[in-house]
């Protein structure tokens, strides 16, 4: 059973910085992109970043540029993102995905598999 887990959600105030962390287990997504989406209340699920296998490129969503940074244990299933200058915009439920394509892509419906999500509260 293939399974993605987040880890390192919480509470932070505005200016400050969290780092996600996600892994996956009964499955190697070799050669497949995985990334991060955020979905606020109310609000569609929305695209971050992407990485690709090897961790060398990375696809960022115009709003994180320069805030956040994602990493990828070169060719595992292991991933981080590390969030800066979090604003309250940034708050929302994270999620890891996995799988399906190789290429870069903004769109849920080209990833797979998802974690659960945690939780990033931002307050003024």
């Known amino acids: 059973q293939v399974r993605l887990e987040e880890f390192g959600g919480g509470s932070v105030q505005a200016g400050g910085s969290l780092r996600l962390s996600c892994g996956a287990s009964?499955?190697?997504?070799?050669?497949?992109?995985m990334g991060w989406f955020r979905q606020a209340l109310g609000k569609e699920r929305e695209f971050v970043v992407a990485?690709?296998?090897?961790?060398?490129?990375?696809y960022y969503a115009d709003s994180v540029k320069g805030r956040f940074t994602i990493t990828r244990a070169s060719n595992t299933n292991t991933m981080w993102l590390q969030m800066n200058s979090l604003n309250t915009a940034d708050a929302a439920v994270y999620f890891c995905?996995?799988?399906?394509?190789?290429?870069?892509?903004?769109?849920?419906?080209?990833?797979?598999?998802w974690g659960q999500g945690t939780q990033v509260t931002v307050s003024s």
């Open positions: 009964g499955h190697t997504f070799s050669s497949a992109v």
């Open positions: 990485i690709n296998w090897e961790g060398t490129r990375t």
């Open positions: 995905a996995a799988g399906g394509s190789t290429l870069f892509s903004d769109s849920p419906s080209n990833y797979k598999y």
